[in-house]
């Protein structure tokens, strides 16, 4: 069981937006604003889509976005497009001895 | 560019040895906080361990304590973890990956992973 929660799967349409949340803790995601997301292909490098809970690597596009509100982070992939389909995993700082906790992973699916 | 390659995962017995290898190019080594990240088959990421720039910090997940090393060649720009008493439960996907710099705490370079499978 991961330390974050995240739901198995999300589905879309294109063009619609989907959200994906990721719960943790005070002692993690509550507790820091050191929240980071990723994009990752099945047999390829994940990549880094979100930092610092809401800030976006150059070269991410805008339809990438996301918050957080006490334990719960969110992703939200808007006007989503065939690319995007993709397992998409939250990360959280969790203290200098647990340093870094990370999600179970969810799976986009472009309908 | 920057790339992270992954080598020396494979089949090994419980209780056995393997060493992963993760050649940077593009990024130096010695810049950067490095980390192993592992996915077990059909389960979420665990952090494993990390190194410092200068190669003398290191911290280990308490499922790895006293059974992985990691250690890294900056002149080879090349990082290392020795797995050691293997056991089943450690049979995953390897990735390493680099701290982004600056005061943040997430990964902006990964590897493609190496996979580890422990079985008799």
């Known amino acids: 069981q991961s330390a974050l929660t995240q739901p198995r799967s999300v589905s879309g349409s294109p063009g619609q937006s989907v959200t994906i949340s990721c719960t943790g803790t005070?002692?993690?995601?509550?507790?820091?604003?050191?929240v980071s997301w990723y994009q990752h292909y099945p047999g390829k490098a994940p990549k880094l889509m979100i930092y610092?809970?809401?800030k976006r690597p150059s070269g991410v596009p805008d339809r990438f976005s996301a918050s957080k509100t006490g334990n719960t982070a969110s992703l939200t992939i808007s006007g989503l497009q065939a690319e995007d389909e993709a397992d998409y995993f939250c990360?959280?700082?969790?203290?200098?001895?647990?340093?870094?906790?990370f999600g179970g992973g969810t799976k986009v699916t472009v309908l | 560019e920057v790339q992270l390659v992954e080598s020396g995962g494979g089949l090994v017995q419980p209780g056995g040895s393997l060493r992963l290898s993760c050649a940077a190019s593009?990024?130096?080594?010695?810049?950067?906080?490095m980390h192993w990240v592992r996915q077990a088959p059909g389960k979420g990421l665990m952090w494993v361990s990390r190194?410092?720039?200068?190669?003398?910090?290191?911290n280990y997940a308490d499922s790895v304590k006293g059974r992985f090393t990691v250690s890294k060649d900056n002149a080879k720009n090349t990082m290392y973890l020795q797995m050691d008493s293997l056991r089943a439960e450690d049979t995953a996907v390897y990735y390493c990956?680099?701290?982004?710099?600056?005061?943040?705490?997430?990964?902006?370079?990964w590897g493609q992973g190496t996979l580890v499978t422990v079985s008799s």
């Open positions: 190194i410092s720039l200068d190669g003398y910090k290191t």
């Open positions: 990956t680099g701290e982004s710099p600056g005061d943040r705490v997430d990964f902006g370079y």
């Open positions: 610092d809970v809401n």
């Open positions: 005070s002692s993690d995601v509550g507790g820091y604003n050191f």
């Open positions: 593009g990024l130096t080594l010695s810049s950067y906080w």
């Open positions: 990360c959280s700082y969790a203290g200098s001895y647990s340093l870094v906790v």
